[in-house]
T-cell receptor, first 112, second 118 residues
Framework: DIVMTQTPLSSPVTLGQPASISCRSS???????????LSWHQQRPGQPPRLLIY???NRFSGVPDRFSGSGAGTDFTLKISRVEAEDVGVYYC?????????FGQGTKLEIK | QVQLVESGGGVVQPETSLRLSCAVS????????MHWVRQPPGKGLEWVAY????????YYADSVRGRFTISRDNSKNMLYLQMNSVRTEDTAVYYC???????????WGQGTLATVSS
């Protein structure tokens, strides 16, 4: 199974400041079809997860442009350009390149 | 607007069964794969199972293979998870999720809580 490792596990951030979360996979996430099925999901307190970014860097419908994704191969990053209060929650990276689908442990974003 | 509504959760004893359902609307259900993902209380997300658009292909997490069965009824826009021989470690909120594009899990339901306890 592909292991997904996120850092940090907790990130206190000041409102209006940037935030960054890293995700590393135990093997390359490049699929045989050439795409990389790495996505980021946000889970606000008491809510179900919500897709933010898919295939490394594509923002899903309705996701603010302060969220961006980057990376390749085994190393990926989610960035929030200016953190807002509504961004508080847990962020998960997820790989679907190979079954079983696996998630990172989650990174808790908190406001300082 | 895509809506997924899970049901069927509850409290059951170990080694018994439970069947979860997911009603999907506002989405071309019969043309897309679906997933079940679970979240134990206070913990992270764990993928459980996948089913292709026509039910031909099914994949499971090692932790549930042989005990859980994913299925779908495209005529009713319904997804199911049959959970047999449940264990205390199966206690979790279970989410169904759509795969709107190839290998893209994009819409999530609100979840249903299944508690396994003696």
């Amino acid at each position: 199974d592909i292991v997904m490792t996120q850092t940090p596990l907790s990130s206190p951030v000041t409102l209006g400041q940037p935030a960054s979360i890293s995700c590393r996979s135990s093997q390359s996430l490049v699929h045989s079809d050439g795409d990389t099925y790495l996505s980021w999901h946000q889970q606000r307190p008491g809510q179900p997860p919500r897709l933010l970014i898919y295939k490394i860097s594509n923002r899903f419908s309705g996701v603010p442009d302060r969220f961006s994704g980057s990376g390749a191969g085994t190393d990926f990053t989610l960035k929030i350009s200016r953190v807002e209060a509504e961004d508080v929650g847990v962020y998960y990276c997820m790989q679907a390149t190979q079954f079983p689908v696996t998630f990172g442990q989650g990174t808790k974003l908190e406001i300082k | 607007q895509v809506q997924l509504v899970e049901s069927g959760g509850g409290v059951v004893q170990p080694e018994t069964s439970l069947r979860l359902s997911c009603a999907v609307s506002g989405f071309p259900f019969g043309s897309h794969a679906m997933h079940w993902v679970r979240q134990p209380p206070g913990k992270g997300l764990e993928w459980v199972a996948y089913i292709s658009y026509d039910g031909t292909y099914k994949y499971y997490a090692d932790s549930v293979r042989g005990r859980f069965t994913i299925s779908r009824d495209n005529s009713k826009n319904m997804l199911y998870l049959q959970m047999n021989s449940v264990r205390t470690e199966d206690t979790a909120v279970y989410y169904c999720a759509t795969e709107g594009d190839r290998l893209r899990v994009d819409h999530w339901g609100q979840g249903t809580l299944a508690t396994v306890s003696s």
